[in-house]
């Protein structure tokens, strides 16, 4: 089993900044990806950010030149470094982490909540 710990979620002005940080334990697949998703209400879950093992990364066209994936692979975690939030940013985020060999091993997180107030 895999289990994914989300934090650094809240409240914050438009404008500001948030930090997303991820643990993942468990059985880890070898080679995976790490990424972030996130849903606002009444929308589909979509996509965010993700990082390979190797680290290449893949952001939502709209995000790009604000928010910022990394991710720690001694320490399976990845990061989400969010800038100039907006209001339509409010979501909760939820941390995957697949494999890029195995289909079907791919596990979520709980989600955290962001909220940015206009």
């Known amino acids: 089993q895999v289990q994914l710990v989300e934090s650094g979620g809240g409240l914050v002005q438009a404008g500001g900044s948030l930090r997303l940080s991820c643990a993942a334990s468990?059985?880890?697949?070898?080679?995976?990806?790490m990424g972030w998703y996130r849903q606002a209400p009444g929308k589909q879950r979509e996509l965010v950010a993700v990082v390979t093992l190797g680290g290449r990364t893949n952001y939502a066209d709209s995000l790009k030149g604000r928010f910022t994936i990394s991710r720690d692979n001694a320490k399976t975690m990845v990061y989400l470094q969010m800038n100039n939030l907006k209001p339509e940013d409010t979501a909760v985020y939820y941390c995957n982490i697949r494999s890029t060999l195995f289909a079907g091993w791919d596990y979520w997180g709980q989600g955290t909540q962001v909220t940015v107030s206009s």
């Open positions: 468990g059985s880890i697949s070898f080679d995976n990806s």
